[in-house]
């Protein structure tokens, strides 16, 4: 159906025709500084205007003088949950406007999930990307013989249990790559849901019947070779997966145009330290050809024409600035460069992660909202 047929529309609808350059604009209704938390991003530019809600409501004409865009073009109303938005659509439309709703709002855009095959999937070794756009955040499903190991798994579980479902796999390990701190995990939970062994190294405050395994190693799965290595920097606990000898799984370790950030723990240079080390001697022998699939990125147009975040070792050995410093001292000074404030929230979500805090649904709606900010990067 074209745009302009319609009147609302699907997260999952609206990010496929983003990301295919439709020329659509977006007028976010939300309050400003939830609109500064994060607004809807594709692959191509889109263009935007925030005009509050409230202000329809106080002066309708004055609002209307406010919005550039014109009765030509199809115009996507945005808001928290769907309702204040399709207020507006249809007030505009009234006005002769091309107006479309986005139902359920920016709740639904953060729990959508884009879902793409790395490979061309066989019963021997799968590898499945989601990626959920409202937090540049990537996940992962890697499979063999009926057997799945999901890595970095946000909190909404539904897509993890239905795609193993959809392929006939039993989820038998879940694995964070490290603490995260910018988003709610969802490793424990769907350990628990699954009976899965979780992996995540370091000492945390988990309760109750929950296989765990921090350590490196290999994790069986069918007839793929999965190692963990240890990879500290971002943390000191962070953990990479090698798959294959072929694919990376880096975490926050490495990124297509950045490298984690050491700064988040408040301990930059040690930290910054351990990371050069990472990248120069415990990943400095891996082949150019090793295929790194980071679990964020930093801008949409990392993504590649297949609508994947990926790239090889030696795009980004050439082609990533904080991979490229000669010396440590060097390197420091990159991440010193690239250093920025952290969100306040940051903390608290590595507490809830560790399970040593509790917090009530409200809260983890809140904690959970917002872009990452963990990649030292020029692109930020």
């Known amino acids: 159906m074209s745009l302009s047929q319609q009147t609302e ?35 191509v530019a889109v263009p935007q205007l925030n005009l509050p809600y409230f202000a329809f409501i106080e002066d309708e004409d004055e609002a209307l003088a406010q919005i550039p865009f014109t009765r030509e073009q199809d115009i996507v109303v945005v808001c928290a949950k769907g309702g204040s938005s399709e207020f507006v659509a249809e007030l505009m439309r009234d006005k002769g406007y091309r107006t479309i709703n986005l139902i359920g709002g920016m709740r639904d855009w953060k729990d959508f999930y884009a879902l793409e095959d ?34 970095d798994p946000n909190r909404n579980l539904q897509p993890y249990l239905d795609e193993a479902k959809r ?15 910018d988003y709610v995990s969802g490793g424990v939970a ?87 080390q990472t990248l120069t ?3 400095g ?43 440590e001292e060097e390197f420091i000074a990159y991440i010193k460069r690239n250093m920025r404030p952290s969100p306040e929230t940051y903390a608290r979500i590595r507490q809830v992660n560790l399970a040593v805090l509790r917090v009530d649904e409200t809260e983890l709606e809140e904690l959970d909202l917002g872009k990452n900010e963990c990649a030292a990067s020029q692109t930020r």
């Not at 496929?16 to 809807?40: M, T």
């Not at 979780?198 to 793929?224: M, N, Q, R």
């Not at 949409?300 to 990926?310: G, L, P």
């Open 9 to 43: 529309i699907e997260a999952r609808e609206l990010y496929a025709r983003l990301n295919r350059g439709e020329p659509l604009v977006i007028l976010d209704v939300r309050h400003a500084d939830e609109y500064k938390l994060g607004a809807i991003e594709a692959r």
């Open 118 to 151: 790395l490979i061309t999937p066989s019963p021997d070794f799968q590898i499945v990307q989601f990626n959920r756009p409202a937090k540049a955040s990537l996940s992962y499903l890697i499979a063999s013989q009926g057997d799945a190991l999901v890595v």
């Open 167 to 181: 392929r006939g796999l039993t989820i038998r390990h879940v694995m964070d790559t490290h603490v995260h701190a």
């Open 190 to 276: 769907l350990s628990r849901a699954t009976g899965a062994t979780y992996h995540l190294s370091g000492t945390c405050g988990f309760e109750g019947e929950l296989a765990t395994d921090g350590k490196p190693g290999s994790i069986p799965l069918g007839s793929t070779a999965v190692r963990k290595i240890a990879t500290p920097g971002h943390t000191p606990g962070s953990m990479s997966l090698l798959v294959n000898e072929t694919f990376l799984l880096t975490g926050d370790t490495v990124f297509v145009r950045g490298v984690g950030r050491p700064d988040l723990g408040g301990q930059a240079e040690p930290w910054a330290k351990q990371l050069y």
């Open 281 to 283: 001697v415990t990943l």
């Open 285 to 327: 022998d891996l082949s150019d050809e090793t295929v790194v699939l980071p679990a964020h990125y930093s801008c949409h147009k990392e993504m590649r024409d297949d609508f994947t975040i990926s790239g090889t070792l030696g795009e980004i050995r050439r082609e990533n600035e904080g991979m490229q410093a000669a010396s």
